[in-house]
């Protein structure tokens, strides 16, 4: 148990529908991170929110839209997925998004999407 | 792209300690080097991360050379749980990278009873 949580931890959805992830963090951090993790494939850094405010955007398709209404929250909105975007989605959190040393990212457990 | 380079795979008896080498021959002088390992389907759990000197906690030690090209993770008494893919990432530091862990592929650390 890192202090991360995310819901659903399992989700399948048709192309045309809309469904959001959502992460809760309980450690006091000010920043949140979206990572995506495809088969066979390293994780990939989607989103940072560092105080609610969204400091980075790996060129994530637009059709992935992130919200951070607090820095407790971070939501992913997902509308008109493709089967490729099929992976498992990991949220993080750490005590400032400075990058410093002492800026250790935990992880939460991740949602499994499947997109038929 | 990630700026480390590890094996693929290693296998490690249960109980005797697990050596996972990190080859980081670009590493820059205010770069840490972080280990993180992730079990079957969940989140990466973080390990251990240090700048030049040799770091243990209750996890595992990390031992990086007089260089710093290079590091290994030790675990010392390897069990079952620590079957896993151990990632080395080293991380760039400053506000303009906003903390970034880059990932690679990993070790897969497979412990066999």
């Known amino acids: 148990e890192t202090g991360v949580t995310q819901t659903p931890r399992h989700l399948v959805m048709g192309m045309t529908n809309k469904k959001s992830l959502k992460c809760e963090q309980h450690l006091g951090h000010n920043a949140m991170y979206w990572y995506k993790q495809s088969a066979k494939k390293p994780l990939e850094l989607m989103f940072v929110y560092s105080l609610e405010e969204r400091v980075e955007n790996n060129s994530v398709p637009s059709r992935f839209s992130p919200e951070c209404p607090n820095s407790s929250h971070l939501f992913l909105h997902l509308h008109t997925l493709q089967p490729e975007d099929s992976a498992l989605y990991l949220c993080?959190?750490?005590?400032?998004?400075?990058?410093?040393?002492?800026?250790?990212?935990?992880f939460g457990p991740g949602t499994r999407l499947t997109v038929l | 792209d990630a700026k480390t380079t590890q094996p693929p795979s290693m296998d490690c008896a249960e109980g005797r300690a697990a050596n996972l080498p990190c080859n980081h021959s670009?590493?820059?002088?205010?770069?840490?080097v972080y280990w993180y390992r992730q079990i079957h389907s969940q989140g990466p759990q973080y390990i251990i991360h240090?700048?030049?000197n040799n770091e243990t906690n209750e996890m595992a030690s990390l031992i990086i050379t007089e260089d710093r090209k290079s590091s290994t993770l030790i675990l010392p008494h390897a069990t079952l749980r620590d079957t896993a893919v151990y990632y080395c990432i080293v991380r760039p530091l400053g506000s303009s990278n906003t903390g970034k862990l880059i990932f690679g592929q990993g070790t897969t650390l497979q412990v066999k009873p």
């Open positions: 670009t590493i820059s002088g205010n770069e840490y």
């Open positions: 240090g700048l030049k």
């Open positions: 993080a959190s750490s005590p400032s998004g400075s990058g410093g040393p002492l800026d250790t990212q935990y």
